[in-house]
């Protein structure tokens, strides 16, 4: 058994050496010349330098395609219809595709390199998508293991999002990276704040962004972001609601819940926020604020390992536990999830056994 865990280990680490390789490769031998970009029919259309990938091309461009994973094809949003040019679809983007896209031409841009001219369609949307300068002006631990990094806005000064939406965030080379990464981050601060926001940022251990974020950024630093993407945002309705975050997983929610008092919007709402034990609960203060503002809203803290100095009553166990013993009939319930995959899959299996319908179950997985 272990013999055969090496031998996986060892070939999914030369496949990352040899990936490396022919990517260094590409960017040093390869020359494809001059390749003409063109978008929407002549919408825009400019002429770069080939051998680079789309997304990345188009980013260096001011398009800004949509993104979660940095570009490591493995969330699926960076889809593009290629009308010309583009070469074949590749093994990595036909699981993201389904018949109609396959028919149209569409591709993940994280995924093409640019060999020669192409003819893209977007959705107009996409030209609004900006990249701001911002300037670091908080930076405050929340819990041992989270982040709240407070942005000031310098250009654009101001920033119009859907709350609920993300933001990347780029990393730029520094000694754990050599090259700059883009990583998604939802805002947890209010709409009506237009010239800041805040994100609220987990450490994974040896992260690439997250270690940059924690270890190396400093106030005072500038920082490039760019969107807002994502269609993680309050739907309009009467319906009761729930909501589950796990971690950060609670700064969307939390800017959610902040444009429901702005807006007056008095719908009967539960949080869930699960987290281990009480040291890592954070923004306390702010989800009773917004209790005293939103009459309806109850919330539910829940830890999973609670330590015995925590003298814990509340409710224990996975987030999900919680919500199985507070939801019975689920039928007239909108959901919306945030945080850690594997919570967010047992929570949809878990809301449409008690009857939510799978179309109001709105989500953000983090990862
Ligand atoms: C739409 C969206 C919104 C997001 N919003 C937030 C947010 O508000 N706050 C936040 O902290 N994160 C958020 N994330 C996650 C974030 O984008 C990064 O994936 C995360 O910060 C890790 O980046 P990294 O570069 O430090 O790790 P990487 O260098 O990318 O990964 C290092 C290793 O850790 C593993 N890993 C990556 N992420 C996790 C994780 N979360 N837990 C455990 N292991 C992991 C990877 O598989 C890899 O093996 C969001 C993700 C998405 C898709
Ligand atoms: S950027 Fe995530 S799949 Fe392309």
Do not use: H, I, W
């Given at each position: 058994m272990m013999t055969l865990v090496l031998g996986l280990l060892s070939i999914s680490g030369l496949c990352a050496v040899l990936a490396l390789l022919l990517e260094a490769a590409y960017a040093v031998f390869a020359d494809y010349g001059p390749c003409r970009i063109t978008i929407n029919e002549g919408a825009k259309e400019f002429t770069v330098k080939g051998g680079g990938r789309l997304l990345g091309t188009l980013m260096d461009q001011g398009v800004f395609i949509p993104s979660a994973?940095?570009?490591?094809?493995?969330?699926?949003?960076c889809k593009v219809t290629v009308?010309?040019?583009?070469g074949p679809i590749l093994p990595t983007e036909t699981?993201?595709?389904?018949d109609e896209e396959l028919r149209r031409g569409t591709r993940l841009s994280c995924q093409v390199r640019l060999r020669g001219d192409v003819q893209l369609q977007i959705p107009?949307?996409?030209?609004l998508i900006k990249e701001f300068r911002t300037q670091v002006v908080g930076l405050k631990p929340l819990t041992p293991s989270i982040k709240e990094v407070h942005l000031k806005l310098i250009e654009p000064q101001e920033i119009v999002f859907k709350p609920g939406q993300f933001i990347q965030f780029q990393v730029p080379e520094y000694e754990g990276s050599s090259e700059p990464v883009y990583r998604a981050y939802s805002i947890?601060?209010?709409?009506?704040?237009?010239?800041e926001i805040k994100l609220v940022i987990t450490r994974v251990e040896r992260g690439i962004a997250t270690t940059y974020i924690h270890d190396f950024l400093k106030e005072g630093d500038e920082v490039l972001i760019n969107g807002p993407y994502g269609d993680f945002y309050l739907r309009h309705s009467n319906r009761p609601m729930v909501m589950i975050g796990t971690g950060s997983g609670l700064a969307p929610l939390l800017s959610i819940l902040f444009q429901m008092a702005d807006e007056h919007i008095d719908r009967p709402c539960t949080l869930y926020f699960g987290v281990r034990?009480?040291?890592?609960?954070?923004?306390q203060e702010e989800i009773h604020q917004l209790m005293g503002m939103l009459p309806r809203l109850r919330y539910v803290p829940v830890l999973s390992q609670p330590l015995a100095e925590d003298h814990w009553d509340g409710e224990t166990g996975y987030v999900t536990d919680a919500v199985a013993r507070g939801?019975?009939?689920?039928?007239q319930l909108e959901a919306y999830l945030c945080g850690n995959p594997l919570m967010i899959n047992a929570a949809v299996k878990l809301l449409t056994e008690r009857?939510?319908?799978?179309?109001r179950i709105f989500f953000d997985k983090f990862g």
């Open positions: 994973c940095g570009g490591r094809g493995s969330c699926g949003l009308l010309q040019g583009g699981p993201y595709m389904n107009e949307a996409f030209f947890a601060s209010p709409a009506s704040l237009k010239t034990s009480r040291q890592d609960l954070f923004y939801v019975s009939d689920g039928s009857g939510v319908s799978e179309d």
